[in-house]
């Protein structure tokens, strides 16, 4: 691309679309007077003379005869922001292709005013992009002022909270990114974790969960979202994304949107250090016949809020078998299976099992 002006294969796209509906040939120049576009493609990177002419003279330039060096039609001076920044030439007789060379120097203007805005979209999506990545490898730099201000200038609300959302897609695809932005609200902003995963910041507001299952659904290369808690802290939202999506991983759990809220005691599980008391549960468990599925009536007895109906009907036990394994467990462990206290603390232990 010429500096200032379109690029080569624009222009081109330009000749070759106008010349389809008329019978001209038309050149496209850049401000030196060298040809980057023409329906004369052996012409490209020629200097055409009367384009200089008309960039010395600065106003359109018509030749009216046939010369060794020139040929009959109109060379006129397209401009961006009231710079000359090229010529459009169009040949046969003056009077018959002016009109065409203005048609084609409004449609190089207007192309250019949308490069140039196009162009300015993309770097600041650049500089977004650079901004939170910065910021989720070196959290203390939201407390650094230039890096304040950084946000100011690309106006980025720091006053917000905001939910971290990671998304894990079945393949890379680098147009996602577009995609997903199609789904957000101002002040909403989505980056590339990797290739398969993306990090959705999404604003804080009643209907955030109900945007992020939209999404979700509305593309079958999106698997599975890890949903943070709403922060302040864009780095505490997107740890606590990070978490909920190293418990699923760890318990291998299938649900495809998976928000922290819901795995609390998981997380805090897999956070906590081992203890001699942990250890000697873990111990008997590996030790004992018919463990998994005192395990498995645990968890489900759990994650069903300690409800009866539900654990037998899920695990198709009848409820006297739910007690004995209750009973099953608090023998083996020490732990008063009736206490709701002590459930907790053998399901956190067991987590990590």
Known sequence: ?????????????????????????INIMD?????????????????HFGAVKALEQKQ???????TEWERKGINVPFRYKDEIIGVIGVSGEPSEVESIANIVRVTAELMIE????????????TQVRDFFNELLSHPQLQYNTEFQLRAKDLD????????????????????????ITNYLKSGEYVIHESTLNAVIFFLDSDD???????????????IKSYVGFASYDIHQTYDSALSVKNVVEKLS???????????????????????????????????????DALKETLFTYINTGLDISKTCEQLFIHKNTLYYRMQKLG???????????????????????
């Open 156 to 179: 980025i609300d720091w006053s917000c909270k905001r939910i971290a959302v990671i998304i894990k897609m079945k393949e890379s695809n680098p147009e996602m990114t577009d995609y």
């Open 1 to 25: 691309m010429f500096k200032g002006g379109l690029s080569f294969d624009l222009a081109q796209k330009i000749v070759d679309n106008i010349m389809t509906i008329v019978p001209y040939n």
């Open 114 to 125: 949308k490069q140039f805005f196009d162009n300015k979209a993309y770097a600041i999506k």
């Open 331 to 353: 023998d083996l462990t020490g732990f008063d299976t009736k206490n709701i206290k002590d459930l907790i603390i053998l399901y956190l232990y067991l987590l990590k099992s």
């Open 60 to 66: 359109p330039y018509f030749i009216y005869v046939d």
């Open 31 to 47: 401000k030196s007077g060298t040809i980057i576009a023409s329906g004369n493609k052996e012409r490209i990177e020629n200097k």
């Open 253 to 291: 759990i299938q649900n495809k949107i998976n928000s922290i809220c819901d795995y609390i005691l998981e997380d805090l599980a897999f956070q906590m250090k081992e203890s001699e008391l942990s250890k000697q549960v873990l111990s008997i468990f590996d030790s004992t016949n018919k463990c």
């Open 208 to 222: 955030t969960l109900d945007r992020i299952e939209k999404l979700m659904n509305s593309n079958p290369i999106f």
